[in-house]
């Protein structure tokens, strides 16, 4: 499975931003799609998945409500938009795919297939 993520760019504080994941090579059917992201100095951070099958969602405290995932099957696609951003969002942003977990947060190490990041920079 390639995982291709594109969107990130620099945006003010307050704006937004949509981020985009291609997925080819193989069936994400079974797993979960996930946003990561890791900003300078700091460990990877699980920010937002979604249950390819079925649709279930999940979000991390720092993004609850400003965030939102989704999935396009028919594009085969993973989408996070962002809204309200502010500079504490600035991060690398990767697109991943998880077939361990079953609720919840992802980790970083039941991680299967990982995408190249995009950077999302937001200024004060």
């Known amino acids: 499975v390639q995982l291709q993520a594109s969107g990130g760019g620099l945006v003010q504080a307050g704006g937004s931003l949509r981020l985009s994941c291609a997925i080819s090579?193989?069936?994400?059917?079974?797993?979960?799609m996930a946003w990561f992201r890791q900003a300078p100095g700091k460990e990877r951070e699980f920010v937002a998945s979604?249950?390819?099958?079925?649709?279930?969602?999940y979000y991390a405290d720092s993004v609850k409500g400003r965030f939102t995932v989704s999935r396009d099957n028919a594009k085969n696609t993973v989408s996070l938009e962002m809204n309200s951003l502010t500079p504490e969002d600035t991060a690398v942003y990767y697109c991943?795919?998880?077939?361990?977990?079953?609720?919840?947060?992802?980790?970083?190490?039941?991680?299967?297939?990982w995408g190249q990041g995009t950077l999302v920079t937001v200024s004060s």
């Open positions: 991943a795919a998880d077939r361990l977990t079953v609720r919840g947060a992802i980790l970083p190490g039941n991680v299967d297939y």
């Open positions: 090579g193989g069936t994400v059917s079974n797993s979960n």
């Open positions: 979604i249950r390819w099958s079925g649709g279930r969602t």
